[in-house]
Each structure stands twice: as C-alpha cells, then as structure tokens.
C-alpha cells in the first residue's frame, strides 16, 4: 500500500519531463479508449439535406380561365392552391383602349417551391402570351416561416423520405 | 437583398378602393385588384382605441416598383388611411420573381 502512494508522484513526473521535451502536453485517456470493444471513433453523421425553402405565389388572371390556370399550375408542384374572385382597377378609358369590357378577375394564391419557380415562370410566360384573354401577372414573396410537417411536406410535395 | 418589386396591400372599408387607386396613381402604380373580404376586431379593443370596424372591407393590392413604394405608402396614409373614412391600413411585402408586368421576360428581383 504504501509502495503503491511513493510510485504514483513518480509516474507524474515522468509524464511531465515528457510533454516538456516534447513540447506537447499528455492527452487525457478517451472513455471510449479505455472501454474495450468499443470503437474509438464516434460515428460520424451523414449531413442531411435542408429542406427546400417554398414562395408564396400569387397570379392575377381573368376570371374565366382561373381553373385553366390552376390546372397548369398543379404541374409545377404547387398543391396548395386558394382562388379568390376579384376585380381590375383599370378604368373605362384604358378597358376601351384595349377593346375589353369585364375586369374580373380572380387571384390564385400558391406554395411553390422556390427551386420550381423558374420553370413556372417560363411555362406560364408562353401561356401569358399565347392564349387569348389568358393575360396576367405572376409574382412569388418568398415565406419565412411554417409550422406543421405535415402541411409542410403538402406544400413541397414530399409525401416520403427522410426527416425534415 | 435587394428587390425591384413591391407589392402594396392596402384594406380599405368597402367603396373606398377607387380611392386608394387614385392616390396609388398619383404616384406612377399602373392598376391593381380588389378583392372583397371582411375584417375581424375585437370589440375590446375598438373600444379601447376609439375605433369602429366596419366588417366589409377591401383589399387592394398592387404591384409597383421598389422605387416607388415609399411614396405611394405616404400618400394612401394621407388619403386613406385610419385618421380618414376609409380606415385603411397599407403595408408592403417584398417581390422577388415577377411575370407580366412591362415586358414579358420573368424578371428575377
């Protein structure tokens, strides 16, 4: 017993000469190190991909083609779809103008995926110009908040996969 | 970031969007669209800041340059605003893709 209580400031010692010469200091044994059959490396983590960020899209089109356009517009991913009927503030001169007599007009409210807009943008550009009384305006804000996986992945459209 | 586009909402009490048109094109806005909606209140609260909520309510939003935001704000404050029959309210939000106004390219803000 008293043999063991003379070593131990010995061994210190020793460890001490040691990290002085070699200009390093003594590393602390690792729990897992000292645990045997355990490995000594903590598995590393694969890195997850984030989670796509979504925009609000918002589309001001006539009344009339409202369904056309939210049809298309479900091919671009955007699920979660709102339509609310609407009014063109244009006046009498400018409608006259332009050879037009209604200004109804229903507004499609959207998630889209910003990765996505791009391309729904350049779909509904040839639209814009190409079908007749099919004008309108598209313009996306982008969210900043959502609370609710579920919904969440309604609206980005992932009904599998990993975590979020 | 900086973004080319705003879009200007304005809830106005229901007839008082023309207004807010005029105002908003004294400014350089090129139109914008109404939508009918209803406001909600608390009525303890109308009654603590001395106000009366009419339900019927519009919304008008419009789509104008970054530019000119600023203004156009000002002015529906003055013409529209709570202080005024029309107790409208206006706020912006920043536009960061935009189709069909001016040219027909998608513009990226």
């Known amino acids: 017993?008293?043999?063991?209580?003379?070593?131990?400031?010995?061994?210190?010692?020793?460890?001490?000469?040691?990290?002085?010469?070699?200009?390093?200091?003594?590393?602390?044994?690792?729990?897992?190190?000292?645990?045997?059959?355990?490995?000594q490396r903590a598995p590393r983590k694969r890195a997850e991909p984030k989670p796509p960020k979504v925009d609000l899209?918002?589309?001001?089109?006539?009344?009339?083609?409202?369904?056309?356009?939210?049809?298309?517009?479900?091919?671009?991913?955007?699920?979660?779809?709102?339509?609310?009927?609407?009014?063109?503030?244009a006046s009498?001169?400018?409608?006259?103008?332009?050879?037009?007599?209604?200004?109804d007009k229903a507004v499609i409210f959207g998630i889209i995926r910003q990765d996505?807009?791009?391309?729904?943008?350049?779909?509904?550009?040839?639209?814009f110009t190409t079908i007749k009384r099919g004008a309108g305006i598209s313009f996306t804000v982008p969210l900043t908040s959502a609370i609710g996986v579920a919904i969440y992945r309604f609206m980005i459209n992932q009904t599998q996969g990993g975590r979020l | 970031m900086k973004f080319q586009h705003e879009v200007i909402f304005c809830i106005v009490n229901t007839g008082f969007s023309d207004?807010?048109?005029?105002?908003?094109?004294?400014?350089?806005?090129?139109?914008g669209t109404v939508i009918r909606a209803r406001g909600t209140a608390?009525?303890?609260?109308?009654?603590?800041?001395?106000?009366?909520?009419?339900?019927?309510?519009?919304?008008?939003?419009?789509?104008?340059?970054s530019e000119l935001k600023d203004n156009i704000l000002h002015?529906?404050?003055?013409?529209?605003?709570?202080?005024?029959?029309?107790?409208?309210?206006?706020?912006s939000l920043p536009v960061d893709n935009v189709l069909g106004v001016g040219g027909n390219e998608p513009a990226k803000s």
């Open chain 1, 1 to 39: 017993m008293e043999d063991n209580e003379k070593k131990a400031p010995a061994t210190t010692e020793v460890k001490s000469k040691v990290a002085r010469a070699t200009g390093k200091t003594a590393r602390e044994p690792k729990k897992a190190e000292l645990e045997p059959g355990k490995s």
């Open chain 1, 57 to 89: 899209m918002i589309t001001v089109v006539n009344r009339e083609k409202a369904e056309f356009y939210s049809d298309y517009l479900q091919e671009y991913e955007v699920n979660m779809q709102f339509i609310v009927q609407a009014h063109g503030t």
């Open chain 1, 92 to 103: 009498e001169e400018i409608l006259n103008y332009l050879g037009m007599t209604a200004t």
């Open chain 1, 116 to 127: 996505k807009v791009k391309e729904a943008f350049s779909g509904l550009s040839d639209k």
């Open chain 2, 19 to 31: 207004a807010v048109m005029d105002s908003a094109k004294k400014f350089g806005a090129r139109g």
């Open chain 2, 42 to 65: 608390n009525p303890e609260a109308e009654k603590l800041f001395g106000i009366t909520i009419q339900p019927e309510k519009e919304m008008v939003m419009i789509l104008v340059p």
């Open chain 2, 75 to 91: 002015a529906l404050y003055n013409d529209v605003g709570l202080n005024t029959a029309g107790a409208g309210i206006a706020f």
